[in-house]
C-alpha cells in the first residue's frame, strides 16, 4: 500500500524559505511522475510543481520553487524561497501510476495528508 508523509510546513515571514518533504513507502518513486499542490480553503486544489525526467511548474512560482527528488530516500521535496503571503495553503504530496505529469488534481492516484504552510506579511 502507498503512502505519502509529508513534512516540513509551518508559519514564516514574507520573502523567506521552507523545505517540504514527501517521504513515500510501498512503492519506489524513481520513475514515477511525482507533485505537490496547494488548497486554501474553498477553493479548489491547484498544481504546483511536477517531476519525472523533467520538471515542471505553475508560473507563479517559477524561479522561486524547486521540486527535487532523491531515489535513494524515496523522497521529494519542494524548496520556497521568497515566499509571499499568497503562497500560504496546505500544501498536499502525489504520486501519479503513468507517464504524463497532469496539472489536474483528479488525475492522480495517491494523496498525502497535507502540511500547512503560512506566510505572514
Known amino acids: 500500500q502507498v503512502q505519502l508523509v509529508e513534512s516540513g510546513g509551518g508559519l514564516v515571514q514574507a520573502g523567506g524559505s521552507l523545505r517540504l518533504s514527501c517521504a513515500a513507502s510501498?512503492?519506489?518513486?524513481?520513475?514515477?511522475?511525482m507533485a505537490w499542490f496547494r488548497q486554501v480553503p474553498g477553493k479548489e486544489r491547484e498544481f504546483v510543481a511536477g517531476i519525472r525526467d523533467g520538471t515542471v511548474y505553475r508560473n507563479s512560482v517559477k524561479g522561486r520553487f524547486t521540486i527535487s527528488r532523491d531515489n535513494a530516500e524515496n523522497t521529494v521535496y519542494l524548496q520556497m524561497n521568497s515566499l509571499k503571503t499568497e503562497d500560504t495553503a496546505a500544501y498536499y504530496c502525489?504520486?501519479?501510476?503513468?507517464?504524463?505529469?497532469?496539472?489536474?488534481?483528479?488525475?492522480?492516484?495517491?494523496w498525502g495528508q497535507g502540511t500547512q504552510v503560512t506566510v505572514s506579511s
Open positions: 510501498g512503492r519506489t518513486i524513481r520513475s514515477e511522475p
Open positions: 502525489a504520486l501519479r501510476t503513468g507517464v504524463a505529469i497532469r496539472p489536474v488534481a483528479s488525475d492522480w492516484d495517491y
